[in-house]
């Protein structure tokens, strides 16, 4: 499609991106990276930065740190069909009667969904009750559904409960999501989840982290992990050169599901 031609959503999509890849850009570069006028990348930089999701400056605009997340059923409504490749992708990289544990993010629940329509013995660990939910629906699989604090903003159990509960098992692997991901490694917003996530990972042989691209070059409240503490970064496009670069040399391995 010719750059003129994108629609509205299709220039957010390629703002954001150039945006993220840049850290900062200029209007006039962005103009002619998508072939508009000046006014139209104005206006899309004031509705992307009323949408939280770039800081607007004087000629141009920056990253956004991510300094809160929407509630998780209103994530499950934003990138569907970017979480659903992600899903299936992750899905088909888990081994038959694997024991994993689930953390309680939009992105991993797809891959939980994705999982319950395998017929494999598989033993899931998990917070959140959307995980349990779906992963039971499967009889085939085995259903550990930690204690906690329920926070219904993530619709799973957080605290020092779950984490305690957590440590007495053992896993193949832990699939976590996050609220943004850098080259620092990913970050979350929410303490106690990401609590929850270091204590998955620290019992299980190896992470895989699902994220979708609208995470990428952001950053959270509270760093999760480095890059080389995971062993798999599954999402649904190529990341930027420099993020691309800094997972391959924490010696992680990127599986991209892309459309089509």
Do not use: W
Not at 129 to 137: D, K, Q, T
Not at 138 to 143: D, K
Not at 199 to 224: C, H, I, Q, W
């Amino acid at each position: 499609m010719e750059p003129s031609r994108l629609t509205k959503k299709e220039r957010h999509e390629l703002i954001l991106s150039e945006v993220r890849r840049s850290a900062s850009i200029r209007i006039s570069k962005l103009a002619r990276r998508i072939g508009v006028a000046g006014e139209t990348i104005r206006r899309d930089l004031i509705e992307l930065g009323e949408a939280g999701l770039l800081n607007r400056t004087y000629g141009g605009a920056t990253i956004s740190l991510v300094t809160s997340e929407p509630v998780i059923a209103e994530r499950g409504l934003t990138m569907v069909e970017e979480r659903a490749r992600i899903g299936r992708g992750a899905a088909g990289l888990i081994e038959k009667g694997s024991i994993v544990m689930i953390d309680g993010g939009s992105t991993a629940y797809e891959v939980a969904r994705s999982l319950s329509q395998h017929g494999r013995d598989l033993t899931i660990i998990t917070n959140s009750l959307g995980v349990a939910s779906v992963a039971g629906a499967n009889p085939g699989f085995r259903v550990i559904l930690c204690p906690g604090t329920y926070d219904s903003r993530e619709a799973a159990v957080l605290g020092e409960d779950t984490v305690e509960f957590i440590r007495r098992y053992n896993a193949d692997v832990a699939i976590i999501g996050a609220s943004a991901l850098n080259t620092e490694g990913p970050s979350d917003m929410i303490s106690g989840a990401a609590a929850v996530k270091r204590a998955m990972m620290r019992r299980s042989l190896s992470t895989m982290l699902v994220v979708t691209n609208d995470k990428f070059g952001r950053s959270g409240l509270e760093r999760v992990c480095a890059l080389s503490e995971i062993s798999d970064v599954v999402t649904d496009s190529e990341p930027a050169a420099e993020l691309r670069a800094a997972i391959d040399e924490a010696g992680g391995e990127l599986h991209v599901f892309a459309d089509g």
